[in-house]
């Protein structure tokens, strides 16, 4: 399934299956069914994704390719079996604190940064064996947790440490 409009579109009813679905065009579009039967990955290359349910990209085992545009986590806990792709933003617009699990199985890199939203942090947990590459600076103050395998965060950003891996290191209180 792609989605190439330009136009806003919202999509509230269950999708289930293996396909991809692909995010192009411009157009907003909006998922708040649970999707968790569907077990198909997901690719955003222009505009934004925004979810209104935590299961909106399918099951935990599902995978996000960020090539392009902004994913909105929207306040929802979200779980990924993979994080790939070095274009496009992951973000928290809804000032609601939420976390982003990336529970892989097997190695992969990402390289598009993760952001907090306005009064709204991202906290970021590593769990499954597979290790996991971050080249993406992203400026997210929420916790970061590794349960499982490894992370290793190559994007130091020497000079600007407020963008990192692991998102903003000057965040006072902050737990690593």
Known sequence: WKNKSSNSLLVYSPLS????????????LRLGGDNSARTGGTVVELGTLALDNANALGSASASLAMNGGTLDLNGNNVTLGALSGNNGIIHNLSGT????????????SYGCPINDGPGSPVSLVKTGP??????????????????????????????????TSLGNAQTSGRTV
Request: with cysteine.
């Open 17 to 28: 299956g293996s396909g991809t679905l692909t995010k192009g065009g411009t157009g907003p």
């Open 97 to 108: 604190p939420c976390v982003l699990t990336l529970d892989v199985s097997s190695a992969n």
């Open 130 to 163: 597979g290790n996991v590459t971050s080249s993406g600076g992203g400026n997210f103050t929420g916790p970061v947790t590794i349960d499982n395998g490894q992370f290793m965060a190559s994007a130091s950003n020497w000079g600007t440490p407020n963008s």
